[in-house]
């Protein structure tokens, strides 16, 4: 069943829903992409998000922006700034708060600390010494003693061809040095036998119902989710499964409560046009979805929707558990007194919403 959804008329806002958290004008070829959000010990929210763009350093040291909410979310102060950050999610370990990346597009991959509640930072810690990887504010996974997290490598040349792999690290390591984390082997897209599918990126480590690591990605350009499956040290392809917006960037997350995963995705629904040509390109409608087991996945509700394609969008969205609610960052698509943004890809803001009450029938 599908709820009422909040449908917002271009001409009848003056701001996107939710609370504005960065805004960046288009004229600066700068954009607003990687948000990520975590809850810190005591109810405090720190999101942030990176540049990218041909204005912006993303292709040889990227700039990353940390963000603070010390009242549930309804204001936020800019509390830090730094380069060698990009493709981003924050997440919490021992009492610190981390950042892991990479240090541009395709570059090498980082992460760096926080004591103090993401005030002040440590400097990047670089994990590998040559570039070529790829990832997004994906979620961390702990299972057998380990943390988890998924990435890719991309082969020099043209878009796609990404090789997915898993990184893990000892719960007692030092989760910034080098030689605490451990990769899989990389896994390339098995073509012929997963179409549609072009490629595969922006991977999910996720454990599964029976204690499983899987890594589910998604596949570009049609609305299904890859699940590959940890076997030794490699992974394996296992199956497509339709999933609403799996042609655009999601994060999975088990509730106990409930006892389901969860997920705020963009399906490619079939009253727009476009959506039929270029699912990967629609991204004006933001859903809940969930599933008992990561193969079987129902929309809950919608939860915004912008009627126009072109330059409204509410996507790579990530978010927590809150209680009753989830809470999510948003890298928006919207009207400002700019004109917008010159596509909906190109974001220009990065935006807090609440999804309240997200479990009610």
């Known amino acids: 069943m599908l709820f009422p959804v909040l449908l917002l008329a271009a001409l009848a806002v003056d701001l996107p829903p939710g609370v504005v958290i960065d805004h960046q004008p288009a004229a600066t070829r700068q954009y607003i992409g990687s948000p990520s959000i975590i809850i810190l010990p005591g109810g405090d929210y720190v999101a942030s ?7 912006s350093t993303q292709s040889v040291s990227a700039v990353s922006r940390v963000f603070r909410s010390t009242d549930k979310g309804a204001t936020w102060k800019q509390a830090a700034e730094f380069k060698d950050q990009f493709w981003s999610n924050l997440f919490l370990h021992k009492d610190a708060l981390y950042l892991m990346g990479t240090t541009y597009e395709y570059g090498r991959m980082m992460i760096r600390k926080s004591t103090d509640k993401g005030f002040t930072w440590s400097a990047a810690s670089y994990l590998t010494d040559t570039p070529g990887f790829h990832t997004a504010p994906v979620p961390m996974a702990i299972s057998k003693g380990r943390i988890w997290r998924a990435f890719e490598f991309h082969p020099e040349g043209a878009w796609g061809n990404f090789e997915a792999f898993l990184v893990s690290a000892s719960l007692h390591a030092d989760l910034t040095k080098p030689g605490s984390w451990k990769m899989t082997q990389r896994l390339a897209y098995p073509g012929a036998a997963a179409p549609p599918g072009q490629t595969w990126l922006e991977g999910n480590a996720v454990v599964g119902p029976r ?29 497509l499964v339709e999933f609403p917006g799996g042609a655009k960037k999601f994060t999975i997350r088990w509730d106990k409560k409930s006892r389901r995963y969860w997920t705020l995705s963009n399906p490619a629904l079939p009253e727009f046009p476009l959506s039929a040509k270029n699912p990967a390109s629609v991204r004006n409608t933001l859903a809940l979805m969930s599933s008992p087991d990561l193969r079987a996945w129902r929309v809950e509700r919608r939860v915004l929707q912008h009627p126009d394609v072109a330059k409204h969008a509410f996507q790579y969205v990530d978010w927590q558990f809150d209680g009753a609610d989830l809470v999510a960052a948003i890298r928006t698509g919207f009207d400002d007194e700019e004109g917008g943004p010159p596509r909906a890809h190109d974001a220009n803001f990065l935006t807090f919403f609440r999804v309240a009450n997200f479990r009610r029938p």
């Open 49 to 55: 998000h990176d540049f990218f763009g041909a204005g």
């Open 211 to 239: 204690g499983e690591i899987f890594d589910i990605l998604r596949v570009h350009d049609t609305e299904k989710a890859a699940i590959t499956r940890l076997e030794g040290d490699a992974l394996r392809f296992v199956e």
